[in-house]
C-alpha cells in the first residue's frame, strides 16, 4: 500500500510558475512508476507527466510538453511537477499517481491516488 499526499497548488498569473510536490509513504518508493493527472470541471482525468521508477525515463502529455518537468527523489519520497508558462487552460486539480511497472498514460494502470491540489491559472 502507497499513501500519497500532494502540495503546492494555488493561484498564478498566465504566463507564471509552479511547482506540484507528492510525498509517498508506505510500501518501498523506488519500486514505483509515478505519474502526473489532471481533471478540470465537467472534463475527464487526463494523463499530464509520468516518470520511471529509477527517474531514467520520462513522458509528458503534447499540451504540456516543453513547459513542465517531471523529477523524482527516491531518497526522500518524493516526486515533483515543475510547471512554466501556464496557461488558462491548466487550471484543474492536480493529481499524483502510482503503479508497479512500467510509467504509462492510462490512468486505470495506476492503483494509488493523492487527493488532488488545485492550480488556478488567471489571465
Known amino acids: 500500500q502507497v499513501q500519497l499526499v500532494e502540495s503546492g497548488g494555488g493561484l498564478v498569473q498566465t504566463g507564471g510558475s509552479l511547482r506540484l510536490s507528492c510525498e509517498a509513504s508506505?510500501?518501498?518508493?523506488?519500486?514505483?512508476?509515478m505519474g502526473w493527472f489532471r481533471q478540470a470541471p465537467g472534463k475527464e482525468r487526463e494523463f499530464v507527466a509520468a516518470i520511471s521508477w529509477n527517474g531514467g525515463s520520462t513522458y509528458y502529455a503534447d499540451s504540456v510538453k516543453g513547459r513542465f518537468t517531471i523529477s523524482r527523489d527516491n531518497a526522500k519520497n518524493t516526486v515533483t511537477l515543475q510547471m512554466n508558462s501556464l496557461k488558462a487552460e491548466d487550471t484543474a486539480v492536480y493529481y499524483c499517481a502510482a503503479r508497479e511497472g512500467i510509467y504509462s498514460s492510462d490512468s486505470s494502470r495506476y492503483a494509488y491516488w493523492g487527493q488532488g491540489t488545485q492550480v488556478t491559472v488567471s489571465s
Open positions: 508506505g510500501r518501498t518508493f523506488s519500486w514505483y512508476a
